[in-house]
């Protein structure tokens, strides 16, 4: 017998995503050629069945509620009854307090016994609604005793004995009669109280009601608490600690909902997953299971003028009633403060709730949490499957879904109970203890797979039997066997099969092998089956072998996987693995197993476009960012061939004197424009913007001269180029300067100009030469 326990783990890439919209219409296109009928309707799942539950939910209404209490309380009642996922199931609902006066009574009937269908679960919003924290002249106390006498009376009076009873107590405080007149004179009401609530409890436990109270704020005694909640019905709906009654107490009033659900979960064998709060406008997120086959994802509003929309895993848009894809869906609440769509066959994943609120209703969060259940199978196979006496076997229970999917993450399955045996003639039953733990014959812990080992007693004769049962909270219970014969002499066909492990991918095959040997001197017929896995899911073939006298063989097996449409929508882009066992018997010998294994297949999308062909486009895109940055590097190596700045341009006259000096700076499109300025009297170089002259370096060295008409001309390092009939262009020795630093120009190695003499009449050299 084993326990689990874990926690969640926790997709598709933005480039496969845009691979597959850009090809969906080709898709879709596709789909419309193919012929009808060309494919078989997949095969359907069983009905998964919804465990009913009759319960009532008593709601303090004393005097001492603060308004924000009797909120919290309302909403509670309604996220347990919208949150049910049984049709079958019935509530009823009712406020309590205390009668101090003739007039007065305990009890406050709000919702009648109301069966939880499609019409029930929308009526309870308002019949819930009428629940009201009671004015002090209507009495104040809080009269357990009657709440509980009022809960067992409804849970009993003409309904089904064999559904469970369960009363939920809401309450902000304790036991108070002391003001009503019922329980006797004011001396002995506390007493008589206590009396009075004892024998409730012994009636509720009589009548098969359990009692789940819950507590809020600083005034409820939590021993009292305890005390209800052990005095009534002690089986819960499995045999497992989580189901027993107890009780449960909150500080405040936004915690009572949820503890409610949580209670409620426990109860009534659901699991409770706690998602998001925020306010609007938000997006929230809750997860639901793999295994889970019917669910309800319960928004609490805060305020009816939220509008609530719902995103499955895959970020589809699902409609609040009938089919779409493989789920069913149902909304009730849509105009009061708490909804729930509740969801046949959910597609399991993180599902994303989207909250809208007009100006004005968006001071409080929105709450939501999911309530489901869930179906587990197990799986079971022993080896060897014909054992000989005293040999000792191998047990192995591996747990999937009802369809056949493998389930892997520990928190799916936590809480589950293994139990095992070992059963056959000729000896008493043989416990087996199972376990997940990667510890002797398991291999790997935690992986949803339970494996020990037992010996087969000395007089075993006969056919032998191995069973296990999983038991947990929120997952109807399952039992699997595995039948054999113990083997008594050597047997006449021996077989051994290799199981794949490939990833496969939909509509396609994965091989395994199967080695046999026959002793006998006849003809066998050998027959593999796969089982525990939804038909039409995973097949194998062939599915019949022949094996001659004598013959020693190794025989090629496949396993197909069914088509994309088959498997669904939970294929996803992360995959799934299918799960099932491979038995291969001998149909000549009344179906002898020879050998049973286990076969699990990982399943995953065809690759797109993108995924068959990322490889070309990232070394495509590698190459074209070699050749940008080669361009780029080349284009700056270019321009640094050709900048001018750090050429010293030598003025030369015609009798081969230099003249003037002057080191260019950085150019205007790499051209660094010039002129010559008082070319006869005193003759230089000056920078100048669309000047006449322009010069950049050559990258074969030298310089590049251009003249205004465009004329260009080189200059190498020992020539000249003319300027003007008595002016050349040479080169100087260079000193580079480096970049970003001004270059200093040089001036003129020429005398001075002379002085004006006084037949000049003081006139400039500019004027000599006007």
Known sequence: MGTVRGKRQTPGGWARRVAVSALGGAAVLASLLTPAGARPAPPEAPEPAFEAVNYAVAVDESASLAPEDMAAEKAAASRIALGDVSPSSHVTVFGFAAAEKPDQRAIDPVCPRTTLDAAGRESIGACVSKLRSREKSEGTGTDFPSAIRQGVHDLTRGTDPTEPRVLFLLTDGKMDVSGSPQYGDPAHRAAEGERQLTRELKNAAARNVQIWPLGFGSDPDKAQLDRIAAGGYQKGCVELPSASPRASKVSGAKDVGPTLEKIFAAAHCLRFEQGDSKRPPATLEVEISPLATVGSIVVDKGDPEVTISYRDPSGHKVPTSGTDRESRFELAGAGHTVEALKITDPMPGTW???????????????????????????????????????EKATVTM?????????????????????????????????????????????????????????????????????????????????????????????????????????????????????????????PHTLRLSVTDVRPGLLSISPAEITVGPGDSSSHKVRFKVAPKDILGSRLGDGGLRLAGTVTVADATAENRVLARTSVSVRVTPEPSFWDRYWWVFVAGGAALLALALGAAVWTRQRRGRRDPRGLVLRLVSAEGDVLHDHTAGPGRNQWYEFA??????????????????????????????????????????????????????????ETRTPRGRRPRTTRSRTAPPPAPTAGDGGASTYDAYR
């Open 352 to 390: 994303k709730i989207v909250a809208e609120a007009p100006e004005g209703h968006r001071s409080l969060p929105v709450g939501v949490s999911v309530l489901w259940q869930g179906e587990l199978r197990g799986a079971i196979i022993m080896d060897p499957p014909s054992p000989l006496p005293g």
């Open 676 to 733: 010559i300025v008082e070319p006869h009297r005193n003759p230089r170089i000056q920078r100048s913007n669309h000047g006449p002259y322009a010069v950049q370096r050559s990258p074969e060295g030298g310089a590049v001269i251009r003249q205004r008409g465009g004329q260009r001309s080189r200059l190498t390092a020992t020539g000249t180029v003319p300027l003007t009939d008595e002016l050349s262009l040479s080169l100087g020795e």
């Open 398 to 522: 591996r747990l999937q879904t009802r369809e056949g999917y493998e389930i892997k993450d520990p928190d799916d399955y936590a809480g589950l109970r293994v139990r095992s045996e070992l059963t056959g003639e000729g000896f008493a039953p043989q416990p087996v203890t199972l376990a997940d733990d990667g510890k002797g014959p398991d291999d790997t812990a935690s992986d949803g797979s339970f494996a020990g080992t037992v010996r087969v007693p000395q007089g075993a004769d006969g056919a032998v039997r191995v069973s296990g049962t999983l038991t947990a909270s929120g997952l109807s219970a399952d039992t699997r066997s595995a039948t054999g014969n113990v083997a008594l002499g050597t047997p006449d066909v021996t077989a051994a099969l290799t199981a794949p492990t490939a990833t496969a991918h939909p509509d396609s095959t994965v091989s395994g092998t199967l080695a046999v040997h026959n002793n006998s001197k006849a």
